[in-house]
């Protein structure tokens, strides 16, 4: 374990690796501060949750409406809240007190949540699954086993949907999907950290592994009475240093993004909640997955993908033995991962099977085990991807590995 940690000592206290991880998490800092001016607004969903619990309800809404009644009844207007929001102008705005403008602008935010938890039903349970199951064969070139096998998923998330509407699993306070919250948290900064993780772990794998050649000293190294048997201890000192280098990125980002934006009242919230409806559609996971659930799953399946970044960096490693060449041969693998699919739409199984990458994973946290009308949004896509990953760069690991006994090492 000594000679496990001497061999980390390398990366962990590489100025490259210690300057990119501080300039990573103050990007990461910048980012949430810089976009966190609606955070006043956010903590009205939380007084909602407080004031009438997390569960969307007739009777939750039909006390929220009496208590605005109430507010506006403090305002020194007689009329409805609504009237009263409707003839608000920019002229009487300016003529109240600041105290009174305050007490507006928590009218108006509270009618805006209102306003979304009456119509949630009707606009929920209006989704078109028939529309949408078209418009996914409309859009590819599919046919044969293939077409069945999506079509076979397709009808699981349907009935999972179904399931959705069947529970009420989507009638849970939210922020409103208008402030992409959702996105903020995992298609930005947990796709952030995912990123930079992997260009550090490429980094600090490639100068653990290539350390001997770059110093010119594997010829004394690799002859002593442990001799190549260190390359054990390599890869166990790169995979538990890309371990800590994500967890230290991880904890200290996120530690950052939930100092600013609160979500105490929103852990037990399901992720399929029908505000968290961003984009075209809402997201509607394979599973009841609640928030805290979701970020713990989305965040080992991150980790998942840099392990198999370390232990491919690794391989090539030992192969190249220059650090900043490895790395950049890494980088252009996994980007050349991403955009192989797209020169595939004349194979739709070759598409499909090469979809099933890490960068993939890697750049679409905010879609994790969620359906839809994507190939990436099968059931079981994270999974399949991970284990596919992992199997191929194991066994080019090991290869590597087998050929660094046998081949000269100078």
């Given at each position: 374990?000594?000679?496990?940690w001497?061999?980390?000592?390398?990366?962990?206290?590489?100025?490259?690796?210690?300057?990119?991880?501080?300039?990573?998490?103050?990007?990461?800092?910048?980012?949430?501060?810089?976009?966190?001016?609606?955070?006043?607004?956010?903590?009205?969903?939380?007084?909602?949750?407080?004031?009438?619990?997390?569960a969307?309800?007739?009777d939750?809404?039909?006390?929220?409406?009496?208590?605005?009644?109430?507010?506006?009844?403090?305002?020194?207007?007689?009329?409805?809240?609504?009237?009263?929001?409707?003839?608000?102008?920019?002229?009487?705005?300016?003529?109240?007190?600041?105290?009174?403008?305050?007490?507006?602008?928590?009218?108006?935010?509270?009618s805006?949540?209102?306003?979304?938890?009456?119509?949630?039903?009707?606009?929920?349970?209006?989704?078109?699954?028939?529309?949408?199951?078209?418009?996914l064969?409309?859009?590819?070139?599919?046919?044969?086993q293939?077409?069945?096998?999506?079509?076979?998923?397709?009808?699981?998330?349907?009935?999972?949907?179904?399931?959705?509407?069947?529970?009420?699993?989507?009638?849970?306070?939210?922020?409103?999907?208008?402030y992409?919250i959702?996105?903020?948290?995992?298609r930005?900064?947990?796709?952030?950290?995912?990123?930079?993780?992997?260009?550090?772990?490429?980094?600090a794998?490639?100068?653990i592994?290539?350390?001997?050649?770059?110093?010119?000293?594997?010829?004394i190294?690799?002859?002593?009475?442990?001799?190549?048997?260190?390359?054990?201890?390599?890869?166990s000192?790169?995979?538990?240093?890309a371990?800590?280098?994500?967890?230290?990125?991880t904890?200290?980002?996120?530690?950052i993004?939930?100092a600013?934006?609160?979500?105490?009242?929103?852990?037990?919230?399901?992720?399929?909640s029908?505000?968290?409806?961003?984009?075209?559609?809402?997201?509607?996971?394979?599973?009841?997955?609640?928030?805290?659930?979701?970020?713990?799953?989305?965040?080992?399946?991150?980790?998942?993908?840099?392990?198999?970044?370390?232990?491919?960096?690794?391989?090539?490693?030992?192969?190249?033995?220059?650090?900043?060449?490895?790395?950049?041969?890494?980088?252009?693998l996994?980007?050349?991962?991403?955009?192989?699919?797209?020169?595939?739409?004349?194979?739709?199984?070759?598409?499909?099977?090469?979809?099933?990458?890490?960068t993939?994973v890697?750049?679409?946290?905010?879609m994790?085990?969620?359906?839809?009308?994507?190939?990436?949004?099968?059931?079981?896509?994270?999974?399949?991807?991970?284990?596919?990953?992992?199997?191929?760069?194991?066994?080019?690991?090991?290869?590597?590995?087998?050929?660094?006994?046998?081949?000269?090492?100078?």
């Amino acid at each position: 374990m000594r000679i496990t940690w001497y061999e980390m000592k390398k990366a962990l206290t590489s100025p490259i690796i210690v300057i990119l991880l501080i300039l990573f998490i103050a990007f990461n800092a910048f980012q949430v501060i810089s976009q966190s001016y609606a955070k006043g607004e956010l903590k009205v969903v939380n007084d909602i949750a407080i004031t009438y619990g997390n569960a969307i309800t007739e009777d939750s809404l039909e006390r929220m409406q009496e208590n605005m009644q109430e507010d506006v009844k403090q305002l020194g207007a007689e009329q409805g809240f609504q009237t009263y929001l409707e003839e608000m102008t920019f002229e009487k705005y300016e003529e109240a007190s600041y105290k009174e403008q305050k007490a507006i602008d928590q009218l108006s935010l509270k009618s805006m949540y209102y306003g979304l938890g009456t119509g949630l039903e009707a606009r929920y349970t209006g989704i078109n699954m028939d529309d949408l199951r078209e418009g996914l064969f409309a859009a590819s070139t599919m046919d044969g086993q293939l077409a069945e096998f999506m079509d076979r998923q397709f009808t699981g998330w349907e009935n999972r949907y179904d399931e959705i509407v069947e529970t009420g699993e989507y009638k849970e306070w939210f922020f409103a999907g208008e402030y992409r919250i959702h996105s903020e948290l995992f298609r930005s900064l947990v796709k952030n950290i995912a990123v930079q993780s992997v260009l550090l772990v490429a980094m600090a794998t490639a100068l653990i592994a290539s350390y001997e050649a770059e110093q010119r000293t594997q010829s004394i190294t690799y002859t002593t009475k442990k001799g190549r048997k260190l390359i054990w201890h390599k890869f166990s000192a790169s995979s538990i240093t890309a371990i800590l280098l994500f967890l230290v990125l991880t904890g200290v980002s996120l530690g950052i993004f939930f100092a600013v934006y609160d979500f105490s009242k929103f852990w037990n919230t399901p992720v399929s909640s029908g505000l968290n409806w961003e984009y075209k559609l809402p997201y509607i996971t394979w599973w009841p997955f609640t928030v805290w659930q979701f970020l713990i799953l989305a965040i080992i399946t991150e980790l998942f993908v840099v392990l198999i970044v370390s232990i491919l960096t690794f391989a090539l490693s030992i192969y190249i033995k220059n650090s900043y060449f490895t790395w950049i041969l890494c980088m252009a693998l996994l980007v050349a991962l991403f955009i192989l699919p797209s020169f595939l739409v004349g194979s739709p199984w070759l598409q499909f099977f090469t979809s099933l990458n890490i960068t993939w994973v890697l750049l679409n946290p905010h879609m994790y085990f969620s359906g839809g009308t994507d190939v990436m949004m099968i059931q079981y896509f994270e999974l399949w991807s991970i284990l596919l990953g992992l199997m191929i760069t194991l066994l080019c690991n090991s290869w590597a590995i087998r050929r660094f006994f046998k081949k000269d090492v100078t």
